[in-house]
């Protein structure tokens, strides 16, 4: 029994020493975000500079959101279609965000010529935004 007995501490000792360098072992890091490229319908050019954002570790930035199509009258929503209205323009556009927008944040330019500016139908293009 004395055997026994006298190799029980360093066995425990040597299963502390796994499971504390397991607990204070960092995980990976995550990937950097990437710019996720606009999806935008014929005629349409979606873009935001800087995407990705460098943010000052708050998690937020700020970037200009420019736009090119071939409808008359536009707006720049955020979300979804019918989402918070940002900007609101002509064909051609800039919009510049404070420093709000946050990972993953999605702008839709809409179509004012269509009957429903705010449905899905009068999606021009859709902008994901990164911030690393």
């Given at each position: 029994?004395?055997?026994?007995a006298?190799?029980?501490?360093?066995?425990?000792?040597?299963?502390?020493?796994?499971?504390?360098?397991a607990?204070c072992s960092?995980p990976?890091?995550?990937p950097?975000?990437k710019a996720i490229?606009?999806?935008?319908?014929?005629?349409t050019?979606?873009?935001?500079?800087?995407?990705?954002?460098?943010?000052?570790?708050?998690?937020l930035g700020e970037t200009?959101?420019?736009?090119?199509?071939?409808?008359?009258?536009?707006?720049?929503?955020?979300?979804s279609?019918?989402?918070?209205?940002?900007?609101?323009?002509?064909?051609?556009?800039l919009?510049?965000?404070g420093k709000?927008?946050?990972?993953?944040m999605?702008?839709?330019?809409?179509?004012?010529d269509?009957?429903d500016?705010?449905s899905?139908?009068a999606?021009?293009?859709?902008?994901s935004i990164?911030?690393?």
């Open positions: 029994m004395r055997g026994i006298s190799s029980w501490p360093a066995r425990s000792l040597g299963l502390a020493v796994i499971v504390l360098a607990a960092k990976p890091p995550d950097p975000a490229p606009a999806k935008v319908v014929a005629g050019i979606l873009s935001a500079d800087p995407n990705p954002i460098l943010s000052d570790g708050s998690g200009t959101i420019t736009w090119s199509t071939n409808a008359s009258r536009t707006e720049l929503r955020i979300g279609p019918n989402g918070k209205l940002f900007a609101d323009g002509g064909s051609k556009g919009a510049r965000t709000w927008v946050s990972n993953g999605t702008f839709y330019l809409q179509s004012k269509s009957p500016s705010t899905a139908n999606t021009l293009g859709v902008l990164a911030v690393q």
